[in-house]
């Protein structure tokens, strides 16, 4: 049976693997059970949501400005969070702003796990290679926080790709690190051995018989890493290095409440609480996904 | 354990050699000729000819890797193309500003995330314990520089307990601790948060180990028992995760030095990347790398004499 699915791509039947199938699904029942994570998958929703219809759901453009309208605090009518310096409504731009921070958290991850995950399996899969791709991922690891993220920028000019593929880069080193320890630890098992016997080619075994062993520790890294990706962007962006002025970005609108905090102190601490929100939801997820997809709490 | 330590050091050279080939290529990497921005915009066509020659940019690129790594070496790198000073002295003057909210920030979270790690540990499942464990995890989830103006909002606009912003340098006098206080606490929180979670799960798995229960079934004190045999082993891997979060915590600056206008390497960063001021991004960025790498190779070192079980093979 494993001859014809060597040969031929299976694409129709996603059902092949009846035990990794029970295994994803007994970590869906664990995380079903646990409430904190599903606050967190609410928040995530929520925020897919926003992202998706904020062009319905807002009560006005988030660029439109109304000069009578300004610094209106929380609770006014027709603008529920109030207004900011030039009058425009936070509401809107918050929902909008929900938009960039969704898109830049998932390209930027993306990015990072793209390339992180295929250095890691190459590291961890052809010895040869693993030390030059290793030492490089070392320097990578040598700069703190997000001073590599914002030395990217530095090079690449302020503006808001440019944070995402700053980011992306700086999330490589960390995805690369998981995925090659994981490779080390599955590639000496005895089917990766068996199909090696038959003569797949690497990249099938990589990719279809490594990879999937692997992806456990990558999924919950991902989620805590959108998180730390929204945190970085708004830092950026707040530093004036990444969205610019207008663009409804959330770092960047608590930076242009920053000089209203005497008076109007709600533009920029609702933004604030949004970036907090969603980043304690991508935290909570991230935490029951590890302890859902942790073997080592396996109940059988 | 010499061994050990001269083969961490060998290796420390790859690692700062990679850092400087990554700094220089800041520089080179960026969109645009270098010397069309050093020229500025008014600049003609000759003005930059010239000085492409001066700075030596038609050498061939390895050429000005050189120049640049050997410049380095000697303390040389460059001067700031906005005040004309070295780069070199420039840090001088802010690093310690830097070094001083950064241990501040490690002093503050060591002491927040080592009391609360260690209670909710003994006091597991308690309403404390749920407390201080949702607090750590909203503490790793708060934007530091919005936690900073939130901070200086309350303790400084309203309450008028603490200055705004700014700091004079001197961490020694009550106005500089006073200074320092704001900033530290907010760089400090997020880092408390982790040291939290970590010192928790690390003492929970030492209250495990057959010795705490015969220190316990000879009669030893609960509180005894823990000062003596759980923190000493619990706190190891903790140490490690505070070493390298220090290191973390420099990088960190970067954000409340300009939040709180401190003076340091961090502010001086973020204002040279916005005025493409690229001596100075480079001297930055090289100075904190290297720091950071040298922490964590202390840590490292200090980690495998705390515990000799460790081996580095």
């Not at chain 1, 040869?128 to 590599?148: C, E, Q, S």
């Not at chain 2, 000005?64 to 780069?87: H, I, K, M, P």
């Not at chain 2, 009669?219 to 973390?248: D, E, W």
Request: proline share 5%.
């Amino acid at each position: 049976m494993s001859s014809q699915t060597a040969i031929q791509p299976d694409k129709t039947n996603p059902n092949r693997q009846p035990v990794s199938q029970t295994q994803w699904r007994r970590a869906w029942r664990r995380l079903k059970r646990n409430k904190p994570a599903m606050f967190g998958l609410c928040v995530l929703i929520a925020l897919v949501f926003s992202s998706i219809f904020a062009g319905w759901i807002a009560p006005h453009d988030p660029y439109e400005q109304d000069l009578l309208m300004r610094f209106k605090p929380i609770g006014t009518e027709g603008h529920p969070l109030g207004t900011d310096g030039f009058g425009r409504d936070i509401l809107s731009r918050l929902l909008h702003g929900s938009r960039i921070s969704l898109v830049v958290g998932l390209s930027s991850v993306s990015l990072g796990l793209v390339f992180g995950v295929t250095l890691g399996l190459i590291a961890g899969y052809y010895p040869k290679v693993d030390n030059l791709i290793m030492r490089i991922i070392d320097i990578m690891l040598a700069f703190p926080g997000v001073l590599l993220a914002i030395a990217i920028v530095a090079a690449l000019g302020p503006g808001m790709w440019n944070v995402v593929i700053a980011i992306g880069i700086w999330s490589i080193p960390t995805f690369a690190r998981i995925v090659r320890g994981q490779v080390l630890a599955v590639k000496s098992k005895e089917y990766v051995t068996a199909t090696q016997a038959i003569g797949c080619r690497d990249y099938r075994i990589l990719f279809k018989h490594i990879l999937p062993n692997c992806l456990a520790p990558v999924i919950v890294y991902a989620t805590m890493r959108i998180a730390s990706s929204i945190m970085s962007t708004a830092t950026l962006s707040f530093l004036g290095l990444g969205a610019q002025p207008p663009i409804p970005e959330w770092g960047a609108m608590i930076a242009e409440g920053r000089s209203f905090l005497y008076n109007a102190p709600h533009i920029a601490t609702v933004p604030g609480l949004a970036i907090m929100i969603v980043v304690f939801g991508f935290n909570l997820l991230g935490d029951g996904l590890r302890d859902a997809l942790d073997p080592n709490m396996t109940d059988v | 354990m010499l061994m050990y330590i001269q083969r961490r050091l060998l290796m420390l050279v790859p690692v700062l050699l990679g850092i400087s080939i990554v700094v220089f290529m800041v520089m080179h990497l960026a969109p645009g000729d270098p010397a069309e921005i050093l020229a500025g915009p008014t600049a003609t066509a000759s003005d930059i000819a010239a000085l492409r020659l001066k700075l030596g940019l038609d050498d061939p690129v390895y050429v000005q890797y050189w120049r640049f790594l050997s410049n380095a070496l000697r303390g040389d790198l460059g001067d700031s193309l906005q005040s004309g000073e070295t780069v070199t002295t420039m840090l001088g003057t802010r690093f310690p500003n830097t070094l001083a909210l950064a241990t501040a920030s490690m002093i503050v979270a060591a002491v927040v995330g080592l009391t609360a790690g260690v209670i909710s540990a003994i006091k597991k499942g308690s309403f404390f314990d749920s407390l201080s464990m949702i607090g750590a995890l909203l503490g790793i989830s708060l934007p530091s520089f919005w936690l900073g103006l939130m901070f200086m909002l309350v303790f400084a606009v309203q309450l008028r307990w603490l200055p705004v912003a700014g700091y004079n340098g001197q961490w020694w006098t009550i106005t500089g601790v006073k200074q320092l206080a704001l900033p530290a606490v907010t760089l400090g929180i997020g880092t408390a948060a982790l040291i939290a979670r970590i010192t928790r799960s690390s003492v929970l798995e030492v209250l495990k180990e057959d010795y705490v229960r015969t220190a316990r079934a000879k009669g030893l004190s609960q509180f005894k028992a823990i000062g003596k045999h759980v923190l000493r082993n619990a706190l190891i891997p903790v140490t490690t995760v505070m070493g390298i979060n220090f290191g973390a915590l420099l990088g960190g600056t970067v954000v409340t030095e300009s939040v709180f206008a401190i003076n340091g390497v961090g502010r001086m960063m973020v204002r040279a990347i916005t005025s493409r001021d690229f001596p100075v991004v480079q001297g930055c960025v090289l100075l904190v790398a290297s720091t950071f790498v040298l922490i964590n190779l202390l840590v490292d070192i200090i980690y495998a004499v705390l515990d000799p079980r460790i081996r580095y093979d």
